[in-house]
Each structure stands twice: as structure tokens, then as C-alpha cells.
């Protein structure tokens, strides 16, 4: 078993549980399939077996996809019966198809030329002897500590996009503002080595982004509009401001009534009475015309 001391660094922080799904042969490796179960479990994972987390008249197939679908590695573990197993090899598909990271352990050695071709680039990790089981036990929990925030992201990004595509596509379950930045940094920032994103996840992304150019392109002439509609009601508030204006000046001068002013300079034959021009005006136009005519009269009786 693997040492769970407190200061152990190979122990998991509370609430980042990694979760591993072990693809194993009840023919051979059951019971070191329990047993690797059992340490990883000690060292903080959330492990998986199809014997223990499928309920009974549950759709087999479709909970064991959506296993491989939610962990963040797949363990295979190698002996003669796996190798030669065809639901080991569905679902060691099911995690290439969903790209997961797939770590073999050898529980019983055999050929390499007789392993699934998917597993033969990779490294495997011994558990025969003389390498000793807790040994070897921590060399695969180092594995799966390895890019762990890639892995998470990989994960979740996945299965958003399964529930995405399951629910028709939905505009509303995209990625958004911040959420859609993370995503893009994180697929920018891929590096070999590491489980390369899916179709779904470029997929996602990319559908995500196009939604967020059209939401923000169309907030854009929202807020045109706005403005638009603000300058016209300013332009509209400053006329009926000037006419009011006027309104209340003219209503003033009406205080009492406007007279038809005759402004001359005489008559040909030389009268004091006016001649020509007559003009409707404001009572204050027609006090100064008034004034205007009193001053020469003035200036005539003191001479």
C-alpha cells in the first residue's frame, strides 16, 4: 500500500480529487484491480471500476461511456485477458475518442507484440516482481499528478461539450467572457506530451466564440442606437426649450394690448402727424418707439 502519512507530497489537496476510471479483465485481474483501487483511493483519487460504480439495471454501456468520459485518466491494466478482451478494447476506444490520457500497468506481464497497438507507444508501468506493489504504486500516482490543470481542464471542457451537443446545441449552455478566455488560453497553450484536445472540444470553442462576436456585435449597435436615440431627444428637448422661451416672453408682452405704431418722420406738408411705416411689435419695442417720440418733443418746449 501507498504510505498516507500527513506530510506525504504524494497526497491528494482536499478538493481537487483526481478521478481515474481502471480498465481491467475480471478474468485475470480482478483482484489486483480491487487492490489498485484500494491505494489510490488512500492517495486521495476518485477511482472508478465497472463492479462497483454501474447500479444494477442501469444502461451498462452508456454509464461506463460516461465514466471514461468524466475522469481525467484511464488506467489500463495489462495481462493476457485484457489484451485479448473486447470490451477492454471498447473501452479503451472510448478514452481515445474522448482523448483522456491513458496509463498502462502491467498486473501480469505478456508480449508486447500481443498488447493492444494503442498501448504500445506508451510506457508501462510494472507491477510484476520483483517490483514491489507499493513502489510501483507511487510511480503511477506521479504519472497522474503530471499537467494536472491541463487534465482538469480537459475534463471539463469535454464534458461541456457532450452536454452541448446532447441538448441540441444549445446558444445558452456556450462559453462566455471569462469562461471563454480561460478556454482559448488553455487550447493555446497545448504542448505534446499532453492529451491533445477533440473535435468537440475545438468544436465548442469555436461555436462559443462565434456567439460572443454576434452578442458583442450586437450590443454594439444596441448602444449605437441608445446614443443615436439620446442625441435626437437632446436636439428635440433644446428646440422646445427655445420655443418656450419665446412662449413666455411673448406671453409677457401681452399683458396689455399690442397697438398698430405708426413711425414717421412728418408729412409733406410739414404735420407733427406720422406717414408711412406701420409694424405690429412687442410692448417693450413699442415703449422705446414711445420715448423715442417724447424726446424731441421736450427738447422743442424748452426752446
Known amino acids: 500500500m501507498i504510505a498516507c ?6 497526497m491528494q489537496p482536499l478538493g481537487e480529487r483526481l478521478r481515474v476510471f481502471i480498465s481491467y479483465a475480471r478474468l485475470d485481474a480482478s483482484e ?11 492517495a486521495g483519487f476518485e477511482a472508478f471500476v465497472d463492479r462497483h460504480d454501474i447500479a444494477p439495471g442501469e444502461d451498462w454501456e452508456l454509464r461506463l461511456e460516461r465514466l471514461i468520459g468524466s475522469s481525467h485518466t484511464v488506467v489500463f491494466v495489462v495481462s493476457p485477458a485484457s489484451a485479448a478482451s473486447k470490451e477492454c478494447a471498447r473501452e479503451l476506444a472510448q478514452a481515445q475518442a474522448a482523448s483522456k ?14 498488447a493492444p497497438k494503442e498501448l504500445r507507444r506508451l510506457n508501462w508501468i510494472y507491477f510484476t516482481r520483483p517490483n514491489a506493489f507499493a513502489r510501483s504504486a507511487r510511480e503511477l500516482v506521479m ?7 491541463w487534465i482538469r481542464e480537459h475534463t471539463r ?30 487550447l493555446a ?28 456585435h450586437a450590443e454594439r449597435l444596441r448602444l449605437q442606437e441608445i446614443q443615436q436615440a439620446q442625441a435626437q431627444r437632446e436636439v428635440a428637448l433644446t428646440r422646445l426649450s ?11 408682452g401681452l399683458t396689455e394690448p399690442l397697438p398698430v405704431l405708426l413711425i414717421g418722420v412728418g408729412t409733406p406738408s410739414g404735420g407733427s402727424q ?23 418733443q421736450r427738447s422743442r418746449m424748452k426752446s
Open 5 to 10: 502519512e500527513s506530510g506525504d507530497r504524494h
Open 32 to 42: 489486483f484491480a480491487l487492490e489498485l483501487l484500494a491505494a489510490l483511493e488512500l
Open 101 to 114: 490520457r491513458i496509463i498502462p500497468v502491467v498486473a501480469i506481464e505478456i508480449d508486447a507484440a500481443n
Open 143 to 149: 504519472a497522474l499528478r503530471s499537467d494536472v490543470d
Open 157 to 186: 471542457l469535454h464534458e461541456a461539450a457532450m452536454r452541448w451537443q446532447e441538448r441540441g446545441r444549445q446558444e445558452v449552455m456556450l462559453l462566455r467572457g471569462i469562461e471563454l478566455e480561460t478556454a482559448r488560453t488553455w
Open 189 to 216: 497553450d497545448w504542448r505534446q506530451g499532453a492529451p491533445e484536445p477533440t473535435a468537440a472540444h475545438r468544436d465548442y470553442i469555436s461555436a462559443s466564440v462565434d456567439a460572443e462576436s454576434d452578442r458583442l
Open 242 to 252: 427655445r420655443r418656450t422661451t419665446i412662449g413666455i416672453i411673448v406671453a409677457g
Open 274 to 296: 406720422p406717414s408711412v411705416c406701420a409694424d405690429r411689435i412687442s410692448s417693450a419695442s413699442w415703449r422705446a418707439a414711445r420715448l423715442h417720440q417724447r424726446r424731441p
